[in-house]
């Protein structure tokens, strides 16, 4: 079957940095998503990887390696308004996106 | 631009008794999606479009109807509503391609629960 595993609950502090981690298996791989969702609004886009390597988006960078079948989001000068859900998606080999249960992340003053 | 609109925001039902979810996006995009997301799990998808006229069965499809009649809407329906219906359901679309993976645009979901 398919499975996308991330941690459930984080916390870290303002200021700090932290690394969320995602794990999958599917069938077939056409790229990994991931996506921020603050309680009770819609999921936002944060970042695509298809090859491996680190990709950095201002404060945000995502890692993916395929052989491994493993990525992070790596989050750097936490503020508060980065509490959220952080989503890890992956697209199968029909292009549909198999979604992880999400980690919630909490930051601390 | 509103981007991808769902209507209505919450509603309550009672068992048996049926509903329509409305999505609307203004952005000419080809594949539109019907998901729930439920505490604790991954949004799973119900129904999805590629076009318009075309509709899918997803992962969750039962209890559960779809039209596209035209490009911009997705209807998503209830028949006859039950507890387990009891979620929140978002509508997402994305740009036309088989050959690259897009990012999905999502609506703000609606909130439904099922007495």
């Known amino acids: 079957g398919q499975n996308i595993d991330q941690p459930t609950e984080m916390t870290a502090t303002e200021g700090a940095i932290v690394q969320i981690n995602c794990t999958y298996q599917?069938?077939?791989?056409?790229?990994l998503f991931w996506y921020q969702q603050h309680a009770g609004e819609a999921p936002t886009f944060l970042s695509y990887?298809?090859l491996d390597g680190l990709e950095e988006k201002g404060r945000f960078s995502s890692f993916l390696s395929r052989s491994k079948g493993y990525s992070y989001l790596l989050l750097k000068e936490l503020q508060m308004k980065d509490s959220a859900s952080y989503l890890c998606?992956?697209?199968?080999?029909?292009?549909?996106?198999?979604w992880g249960a999400g980690t919630k992340l909490i930051i601390k003053p | 631009n509103a981007g991808v609109t769902q209507t209505p925001k919450f509603r309550v039902l009672k068992t048996g008794q049926s509903m329509t979810l409305l999505c609307a996006q203004d952005?000419?995009?080809?594949?539109m999606y019907w998901y729930r997301q439920d505490p604790g799990m991954g949004l799973r998808l119900i129904h999805y479009?590629?076009?318009?006229?075309?509709?899918a069965k997803g992962e969750v499809p039962d209890g559960y109807n779809v039209s596209r009649l035209k490009k911009q809407n997705f209807l998503l329906g209830l028949e006859s509503a039950a507890p387990s219906q009891t979620s929140v359901y978002f509508c997402?679309?994305?740009?036309?391609?088989?050959?690259?993976?897009?990012?999905?645009?999502f609506g703000p979901g609606t909130r439904l629960t099922v007495t």
């Open positions: 998606a992956v697209m199968d080999s029909n292009y549909q996106l198999i």
């Open positions: 479009s590629v076009g318009e006229g075309t509709t």
């Open positions: 952005m000419n995009h080809e594949y």
């Open positions: 990887n298809v």
């Open positions: 599917t069938s077939g791989f056409n790229g």
């Open positions: 997402a679309s994305t740009e036309e391609g088989m050959d690259r993976a897009y990012e999905q645009y």
